[in-house]
């Protein structure tokens, strides 16, 4: 169907191939020199430390362009309070990329509790503050003061996440498109390998930068619509009137089905119009603009609505935006890259180590990396809390085996101090390698945001051979001690092949198994589209038995949101007695985080549910744990055992009128009051405190037994009235929990602490 589109590696090489390739991209005028150039054609200004790695964005992007025959310098991580930085190399030939880095920089730099952070793993020894708040902004001003009418082309996650009028937490208030505000000349959305190689051959072909309109995977700013595309407001897509009655093309809560003969289907219903999914060339759909979101939630729920349903690359359709004067442009989303465009993107002259400046400093990103390997992209999942689908699409680009194991090879000889352990092989998820849609009919135009949610769809393969075959040539590799699979496994998805159930426990779990049920309520889980907690059931039945046929002790690590949009206090009490009865103690919770575009910030803003059809009347309204308050309550509750969260636990459970779930027996959720006076030893009836516990009843009746053992108690607790061990105003040391810890083997009981994202 898109025979015509040129396969990235096929493209004519610019003239500057003949400078070959750079041990490490350039960034200083020094390196340039020694590589013999004058100028840079392309000049990267990232928000990272620049490693020269396939996980890190800069990396694949100068390298790729490198590989066209560009020359490509990189600026990482400049001092942006003036322009000099950002002439370091001079004045590039074609155009300045910016991106932020691998992460969104409001993200990096606060919590989700707007907090400042003090550290930052893509930065050299974890040093905070070397990138400014919305990096792209500033980036994008700072290039500008310096070479003033240079092209501008932003792309990364920051920029891809806000292409469009969107929902700000920092400032909450919806923001502008980035294009706009960056006064940048082009945005690439998504990986943009694809659109990134058309813009810089065609720029060097002599291109004007606005006359790049239809490139597929870019966002511009133009005076007007495009000439030759019908545009459909989508206000109206949704709501049927008399006279015309279309069928509703947004309608994917039923199924995916193949498209229809179109001579079956005027027979059938001669008096009905069905747009064609197929007019995607030529029909755009104009979403609300950004001035009428700013004031309205519902409509904004309803545009944001519209965006995921038209991301499919075969079948969606340009997005059109009012910004005051100015239209905003979205183009079709990328044509994903095939087996061989993967396997050539990682296939680069990649160092695979941070540039040399750094010298001995460490980066943790880097560190944590430095031995896995991307088996894929792309997530069919669709949880709304997660915009990996938005970023990088619902459909799976996969490398090839061959690629892999290569890979693999190339990290135990060039990757210095590498050990014989594979850190990962996986991606957005472990276990999505090879996996998609059965009916290529159906998949040009399904518009589901997920293929797995309400349940997985029929049309979806889920035979995992593939990854069972990857898992077992990577074994064999010569060098290779240990693959690990690090990446999140999709359990409602491994549940289908117990064979690789079997394969991923017997062979790729070093003790600790990670997965993400998110939530034990149904009201949550439906609206992050996750599975219920019967999966998780089946899932962990599958796992212990096969750990018990290896004889191997492993232990499950579930992840769980807080504050998500539609939970309630019930609901997070409801998890933390769900966590207590299996004796969890979450040791780092997070709670909800609104990035940009996902459909649960969206919940989050609107208070309504975008994932049906949005109205104004009988819409659904859906609860959202907005106020400080009500956020450290339910991050609280998944830590029910730190003694610092018992007040406002205690308080809560008052107010919901359970009080009962105060106190010391079995079924209680925290202690009473009087219990936070006690020492850790008083807690845990150790020592002299414990003598009770020691006794026999024949002890207990010994003359003098309750006096001498009365008095200790007395002494304990006055000496914890106001003093902690005797000393005025000494602040109490609590323990991690009231209860013993499990010791002895070195690996934990079923009280296994559970690390949370």
């Not at 002599?206 to 790049?212: Q, T």
């Not at 949704?238 to 069928?247: D, F, L, M, R, T």
């Not at 075969?314 to 465009?341: C, F, K, M």
Request: aromatic residues 8%.
């Amino acid at each position: 169907m898109y025979s015509n589109i040129t396969p990235i590696h096929e493209h004519k090489k610019y003239w500057a191939e003949c400078f070959g390739t750079a041990p490490f991209l350039p960034t200083s005028r020094k390196e340039m020199d020694a590589l013999g150039w004058d100028s840079c054609d392309i000049i990267i200004v990232t928000g990272d430390a620049y490693v020269d790695h396939p996980s890190f964005g800069m990396a694949i992007i100068g390298r790729l362009l490198e590989a066209q025959g560009f020359r490509v310098g990189i600026i990482a991580q400049p001092q942006w309070h003036n322009k000099d930085a950002f002439m370091a190399l001079g004045k590039p030939n074609l155009f300045f990329g910016v991106t932020a880095g691998n992460m969104d920089s409001m993200i990096n730099r606060y919590t989700s509790d707007r907090k400042l952070r003090h550290d930052d793993a893509y930065t050299p020894n974890n040093e905070g503050g070397k990138r400014p708040d919305r990096a792209t902004l500033v980036y994008s001003q700072r290039c500008r003061e310096a070479y003033k009418g240079t092209p501008i082309v932003l792309g990364g996650i920051e920029a891809s996440l806000r292409r469009v009028a969107h929902y700000d937490y920092w400032s909450d208030k919806v923001r502008r498109s980035v294009l706009f505000d960056a006064k940048a000349d082009i945005l690439l959305f998504g990986n943009a390998e694809r659109a990134l190689v058309e813009v810089a051959h065609r720029l060097a072909d002599g291109e004007e930068i606005a006359n790049l309109t239809n490139i597929r995977g870019t966002a511009i700013n133009l005076p007007a619509a495009p000439e030759g595309f019908k545009i459909i407001d989508s206000s109206r897509i949704e709501k049927p009137n008399k006279a015309y009655v279309p069928v509703n093309p947004y309608e994917v809560e039923t199924q995916c089905e193949t498209k229809k003969d179109e001579k079956e289907e005027v027979k059938a219903q001669p008096i009905t119009i069905r747009p064609s999914r197929h007019d995607a060339k030529t029909t755009a759909v104009r979403i609300p603009a950004f001035e009428k979101l700013n004031n309205d939630r519902i409509l904004y729920a309803h545009a944001s609505r519209i965006l995921h349903l038209e991301t499919n690359p075969y079948s969606g359709r340009a997005l059109i935006q009012r910004h005051g004067d100015r239209e905003l442009w979205v183009n079709q989303a990328p044509i994903p890259l095939t087996t061989e465009e993967m396997d050539y993107v990682f296939g680069l002259a990649y160092k695979r180590v941070p540039h040399p400046m750094y010298g001995k400093a460490k980066i943790p990103a880097y560190d944590m990396i430095k031995t896995s390997v991307n088996i894929m992209r792309g997530c069919f999942g669709g949880c709304s809390f997660c915009s990996i689908t938005e970023h990088e699409g619902r459909i799976i680009q996969n490398r090839s085996k061959e690629s892999i194991l290569s890979e693999m090879e190339e990290i135990r000889d060039k990757v210095p101090g590498f050990t014989g352990t594979i850190s990962d092989l996986g991606g957005p998820t472990a276990n999505m390698y090879r996996l998609g849609c059965s009916d290529p009919k159906a998949e040009i135009n399904c518009r589901r945001p997920s293929c797995v949610f309400p349940k997985i769809c029929e049309k979806l393969n889920t035979d995992h051979q593939h990854t069972i075959d990857l898992y077992r040539s990577a074994r064999k590799v010569s060098g290779i001690k240990k693959v690990m699979i690090a990446s999140g496994v999709r359990y409602d998805l491994a549940i289908e092949s117990p064979e690789y159930v079997r394969e991923l426990v017997t062979h790729h779990v070093g003790g600790y198994l990670k997965i993400a049920p998110e939530h034990t309520e149904k009201g949550p889980l439906d609206l992050m589209m996750k599975p219920g907690m019967g999966t998780y059931d089946r899932f962990k039945e599958m796992f212990e038995k096969y750990s018990a046929e290896a004889g191997k002790k492993q232990y499950l690590i579930p992840y769980f949101i807080s504050a998500h949009p539609g939970t309630e206090d019930e609901d997070m009490l409801n998890l933390a007695l769900w966590l207590k009865k299996h004796n969890y103690e979450c040791d780092q919770v997070q709670n909800f985080y609104p990035s940009p575009m996902c459909n649960a910030t969206s919940m989050y803003y609107s208070e309504t549910n975008p994932l049906k059809r949005v109205k104004y009347k009988k819409r659904e309204d859906v609860p959202v744990p907005k106020g400080d308050r009500q956020r450290r309550l339910h991050k609280a509750l998944l830590r029910y055992h730190d003694p610092e969260n018992w007040k406002i636990i205690r308080e809560a459970l008052i107010s919901m009128g359970k009080k009962h779930l105060i106190g010391d027996k079995p079924n209680c959720l925290v202690p009473e009051e009087d219990f936070d006076a006690q020492t850790p030893a008083q807690r845990r009836k150790s020592g002299r405190h414990g003598a009770h516990r020691f006794a026999t009843k024949h002890t207990k009746s010994q003359p003098g037994f309750e006096k001498m053992h009365g008095e200790q108690r007395a002494k304990s607790n006055s000496s914890s009235n106001g003093n902690v061990n005797g000393k005025p105003g000494a602040k109490p040391q609590h323990s991690r929990s009231g209860k013993p810890t499990a010791t002895g083997s070195g690996k934990p009981a079923a009280g296994r602490k559970a690390k949370q994202r």
